[in-house]
């Protein structure tokens, strides 16, 4: 059973960055994509970021240019790199992580930009 835990999360100014971890108690090699998603009080959860095996990189338009993820395979473990926070970003953050017939998701991380 794989576990992804966040980390890294807190409170931020505007215009500040921060960068979350997801660790997974797995190899992250034997993953097909993982992906950073984030939910904001009283709105779905939405998907911001994904990152492929052979590291190809998508990203919501939201985010576009200000967050950048990134996998590192050695220490199993990605990251989201954000600048330029703006308080709209605030929201729980998730990573989740796919194989060939499931899915992992982490409990999350609070990020908190403040105007």
């Known amino acids: 059973q794989v576990q992804l835990v966040e980390s890294g999360g807190g409170l931020v100014q505007a215009g500040g960055s921060l960068k979350l971890s997801c660790a997974s108690s797995g190899s992250t090699y034997n993953f097909n994509a993982m992906g950073w998603h984030r939910q904001a009080p009283g709105k779905q959860r939405e998907l911001i970021a994904v990152?492929?095996?052979?590291?190809?990189?998508d990203y919501a338009l939201s985010v576009k240019g200000r967050f950048t993820i990134s996998r590192e395979n050695a220490v199993n473990t990605m990251y989201l790199q954000m600048s330029s926070l703006k308080p709209e970003d605030t929201a729980m953050y998730y990573c989740?992580?796919?194989?060939?017939?499931?899915?992992?998701w982490g409990q999350g991380t609070q990020v908190t930009v403040s105007s």
């Open positions: 989740s992580a796919s194989e060939a017939t499931r899915d992992y």
């Open positions: 990152i492929t095996s052979d590291s190809r990189t």
